[in-house]
């Protein structure tokens, strides 16, 4: 199995600008990423996929790989579509989270250990929630899954719900990392957004919703991302302990 990890890094950003490129203790946070993702066992080729010339330079200065891509891609998903028209030797593709400079190769190769199984076309992981408050806040997305371990459905609402409020109750949060068979992420590219994606502001729904299977692997390993300026100190603070 050939393998092609992408890390998606977009220079504008709402909440906190040109964040793939801040200090992280020496290091930016993009070759953070990058480095921490080279650890993977089951990766054979790794580049980072930007719109910005800043970002595209300095990964080929600290002796990454980096592809210019479009300014109009919505999401990660579709700056990976990008990459493999001319990235297209390939047997899986996953997409790694720019903004996570701690992330685990363990959790990288869970996902795409997943692809052992012929019949598996997306992969991605969940993690049993610990903290009830995480069930009812709408920013942390939860999952349900049947019996092969295949996601029935992904929600920002507490999910599933529980009638009978005495009963213990387990729950799954999504992390969002995803890996793709190269084939079938050229078809999930060109998928039009359905009402549930719309509702929920969740893209993995316009697969479920076409009737593509995700198959979860579980972890117990949750790294955290980068979005705002007081994210960054919650990290340097991880890395200092």
Sequence with gaps: MKVLGIIPSRYDSSRFPGKPLVDINGKSMIQRVYEQALKSDLIQDLIVATDDQRILDHVIDFGGKAMMTSTSHENGTQRCGEVIQQYSNYDVVI????DEPLIQAQQLDKVLQLFNDSSVKIGTLVKPIKDISEVENSNRIKVVVDHQKNALYFSRSVLPFTRNKGENASYLKHIGIYAWRL???????VLPVCELEERESLEQLRWLYNGYSIRTAETTIETPNIDTPEDLKAVLRVLKS
Excluded: Y
């Design 95 to 98: 997409n790694i989270q720019g």
């Design 183 to 189: 084939s079938v992420l050229k078809e999930l590219i």
